[in-house]
């Protein structure tokens, strides 16, 4: 489903990513774990092309990112869910849903309003439709913010760390959707600290440091014997807390 080959950014004279080759299986729920800094946000957001790559070649469902002519249905069919939830603070959450399908869809207001429906139902949030942003709490924005990358129907979702913004009580039910969603077979790309969320969801893991792939594997086999020192180190950091 997703194919990258020798892929570099750069930001200026720093190597955010550095010649990252790798495959995504269409189904699979990959987990991309790494100190800050090591490139899993730049990695994910160079796949639907938030940012450009500056070396090798990026393939998503057969489409090639960085063909300018591909771009919109690339971009059709991956949806993103961001760390601050970017949702229109004008609209209700209804409306926030049901945008996409309309714009980029084709779908009437009726036709999409009624996916979005459905889909709030999903992520438990079908007493809040009428409402706006800002009288949601964190974790209810982000609800919503999943349930408008799946009202576009997409092949592959990207989370990019989407309980960073969170406060520790409104993690779990972020988490809750998200593993709902792992099971019903659609592509995923995760980037998250959650390493308990990373262990039981998912069906591989893929440790980032200084820009590279240093070591990935199903989670049995990092959590319970890494071996690169690096991943040793970072889960020692991270589960120690």
């Known amino acids: ?51 450009t790559h500056d070396a090798g070649d990026i393939v998503v469902d057969g489409f090639t990112v960085g063909d300018t002519r591909q771009l919109a249905t690339i971009r059709a069919e991956t949806g993103m869910v961001f760390q601050n939830f970017n949702l229109f603070p004008h609209m209700s959450v209804l409306r926030n849903v049901a945008l996409g399908p309309v714009r980029v869809r084709g779908l009437s207001w009726v036709e999409a309003e009624a996916r979005a429906r459905k889909l ?35 092949k592959v979702l990207l989370f990019d760390e989407p309980t960073s913004a969170l406060d520790p009580e409104m993690v779990g039910e972020v988490l809750d959707v998200m593993q709902g969603l792992a099971r019903t077979g659609v592509t995923m790309v995760v980037v998250t600290h959650e390493m308990g969320f990373a262990r039981r969801v998912a069906d591989r893991i893929l440790f ?21 020192p690096r991943l040793r180190g970072f889960l020692q950091a991270v589960l120690s807390h």
């Open 208 to 228: 980032m440091c200084e820009g590279r792939i240093v070591e990935q594997g199903p989670p049995t086999t990092l959590f319970d014997t890494p071996q690169d």
């Open 1 to 51: 489903m997703i194919s990258l080959r020798g892929v570099s950014k750069y930001f200026g004279h720093f190597r955010a990513l550095d010649d990252v080759t790798l495959d995504v299986m269409a189904g699979e729920t990959l987990v991309v774990i790494g100190p800050s800094g090591s490139g899993k946000s730049t990695l994910i957001r160079c796949i639907n092309r938030l940012e």
């Open 120 to 154: 709030l139902v999903r992520v438990g949030l079908e007493a809040h439709v009428a409402k706006y942003p800002t009288q949601l709490s964190g974790g209810q924005q982000q609800r919503v913010g999943i349930a408008r990358a799946l009202a576009m129907e997409p």
